[in-house]
Structure formats: C-alpha cells, structure tokens
C-alpha cells in the first residue's frame, strides 16, 4: 500500500504525468510495440530531430540567399571602355536637359534606350558586327542633337560655343554652316531675334558633327575587322610554317650543321624571335599614334597584325638565308646567329605594316582622309571630342 502511494504521488509530481523514473531518463517510455533505436531513442524521437534539423537548415539556408532584386542590384554590369564613355555622356545630356520642363521628351527616350543598349551584355556576333555600339552612339547622338531646342538663351550661348570647337575641327573652318554659327553667336547682343536662329544653326551643325562622326566609327569598325581577318591568315601561315619546319619539308639546315637542332624547337624559337622583332620596331611608331579613344581599339589590332606578320618575315628570311639565295650573306652556322637574323627579319615587317599605321592614324585621330588640309592639324588636337 505505501509503494502504490509513493507511485501515484510520484506520478502526479512529474509534468505531463512522466513518471520518475521517465524523467531520470531524459523522456518518456516508449508505448507498448514501440522499439527503441538509435542508442535508446525511440524512432518517432529520432523522426522528430530530423524533421527539426530539416527545417532550422532550410530557415538558415533562406535567410543567407538574397533576394532576385538585391541579386539584380548587386549583378555586375557588362564591362566595356566604351560603355562607360556612352552611359557617362547619357548622364550628362539628362542633367542638361533636367529644367526643359517636359518640353524634351523625346530626346529622354532616346537617353533612356541608350542606357539599356549600354547595360545589355554583348556577344561574339555584337563585337563583330559593332551594332550594338553603333545603336548606342547614334542615340546619343540624336538626343544631343535635341538639346538646343530646349535650352534657354544663356545656356544655348555657352553650349553653341562648345558646338563650334568641335565643329571646327571636326568639320573645318571654312565649312560655310561653321561660318554661319560663329556670326551667329559674335552677334548676339538681341536674344529676340537672334534666339531661334541660333539655336536652328547649332542644332544643324551638330548633326552634321555627328553624321561625320559616325561615318568613322563605321569605318573604324570596318578596318578593325580587316585587322582580325588578316592577324588570323598570318597565324594560320606561321603554324603551317612550324610544321612544315618541324616535319621536314622545309630545311633550315641543308649543309647538316651540328650547331642547329631539328625537330619541333627551332621553329617555335624563330617564330618567337620573330615576334619579338616586329614587337621592338612597332615601338616607334605605336608611340606616336594619338592617344584619342576609339571604340573599336585599333591600336591593340594593328599591334596584333605586325606580332603575327614579324614570324612570317622571320620564316621567309631565314630560308633565304640559309638556302644561299642572299649571295652577300652567308648562312648561319650557329643556332644562336639563326636567332639573331629570326629577329632581324622579322623587324622588316614595318616596311609593310607602315602602311596599316598611317590608316589607323588618321581613324583614331577622327579626319576621314589624310590628305584633308581643311583642318589644321593643332585644331586637330586641341578641338578634337575627347569623349568619341
């Protein structure tokens, strides 16, 4: 009788009716059928953990990923020099056009499409073709065009003196709408009469500026993918060279020196000694190129024609050399003076590749033809649209 009062009270004490011994042990018993697992655990316990774990993780796991918009506003923007210079001008043109009042609605459309032709990523096709870089311009260029229409007279006088600079070097002086503009704003002592007229002018000056200017970014884009196409011919003829070197059917050495090796290292070193020369004698005149930006990077091309056009003179002159048809020089004996002339010869590539230099030259520095002695060359540099 007392042990089943001690029992009862014992069992009436414990919470939710556990009994001692239930608690001592960390839980209740298991029911009538029920096994234990999982060293003493019960399977419906070990069910309920899992199912704990399962949801703290998915909770941690929803609380570390961001959300599709902070990942949109966190995605890195497409990278191009050419996309900032675009999106930089938009910028500006909007922060112009900001107090005409609603009265340029047209010209903040076009801004707006350009901002999203520059924030779209490119592809192969894209930079081949250059039509994405050209809508964007040609955008931009068609709302900066806008501008005057909707300034008001002191800013037209200013924004019309900065339409003349680069009319002049763009267009020349004696170009008879220059002419016209720079009259108009000398005599602007009465905005009344003078106003819309000025502002018909410069709007008519700039589009012509801006016609030629996309004259030559299509010309550069044109000539940058002759670049491309004539680096990847002279890559394709310098690895048929290395093989034909390397295999046999072509020989550089016909008197068996022992001092020039065969196989696969002699042409691979006269292709980079090769290289190495056209490098050293497009120094000079990549040097005096104009440091004007230009959205298709010629320079970087022309550099890439005369680093494949260098080996292909080196191969042509080395054979020369060493089959005796230079009757004034004698063939290398050594592998170190088969080098030196791989160098050499492969240096004579500026004698042709002078002609690609004058080309991109007159591209990048923005004049649609060298012999053009409309413009004088300071103007050139000091007028020139440092933004194109």
Request: glycine residues 8%; contains cysteine.
């Amino acid at each position: 009788m007392p042990d089943r009062v001690r029992s009862a009270s014992s069992a009436s004490a414990s919470p939710r009716g556990l009994s001692a011994e239930a608690m001592m042990s960390g839980g209740p018993r298991p029911e009538r059928g029920e096994a234990r697992t999982n060293g003493g655990k019960t399977g419906s316990e070990v069910l309920a953990r899992v199912d704990v774990r399962r949801h703290r993780s998915r909770k941690r796991t929803a609380i570390a990923l961001p959300t599709v918009q902070e990942r949109g506003e966190v995605a890195m923007k497409p990278y191009g020099a050419w996309r900032e210079v675009v999106l930089a001008r938009a910028e500006r043109a909007e922060h112009e056009l900001g107090a005409a009042n609603g009265q340029a609605n047209h010209a903040q459309h076009l801004l707006h499409l350009v901002k999203r032709t520059a924030e779209t990523p490119g592809s192969l096709r894209t930079c081949w073709t250059g039509d994405q870089q050209e809508r964007a311009w040609m955008k931009l260029h068609q709302a900066e065009t806008e501008i005057p229409e909707v300034l008001s007279e002191d800013e037209l006088y200013v924004h019309s003196e900065e339409v003349l600079k680069q009319a002049k070097a763009a267009l020349g002086e004696n170009d008879p709408h220059v002419t016209q503009l720079s009259k108009l704003i000398e005599n602007h002592t009465s905005w009344t009469d003078t106003h819309a007229a000025l502002a018909a002018e410069t709007t008519h000056v700039t589009r012509a500026v801006y016609d030629k200017k996309d004259e030559s970014y299509a010309e550069s884009r044109n000539y940058r993918n002759r670049l491309i196409r004539l680096s990847g011919i002279g890559l394709v003829g310098v690895t048929l060279l290395i093989i034909a070197t390397a295999r046999g059917p072509i020989d550089l050495n016909p008197a068996a020196r022992t001092g020039i090796p065969g196989g696969w290292e002699t042409p691979l070193l006269i292709a980079l000694f090769g290289a190495l020369g056209a490098f050293v004698s497009s120094i000079p005149a990549l040097s005096h190129m104009p440091g004007t930006r230009n959205p298709f990077c010629l320079p970087q091309y022309q550099m890439l024609v005369k680093l494949t056009t260098g080996p292909l003179f080196a191969f042509f002159g080395i054979v020369m050399l060493q089959s005796g048809v230079i009757s004034e020089l004698n063939p290398a004996s050594t592998f170190l003076e088969l080098l030196v002339w791989a160098a050499i010869f492969g240096s004579t590539q500026q004698a042709v590749t002078r002609l690609i230099d004058r080309k991109v030259s007159v591209l990048v520095s923005g004049t649609s033809n060298s012999s053009d002695t409309s413009v004088d060359p300071s103007q050139r540099t000091a007028g020139r649209d440092t933004a194109s």
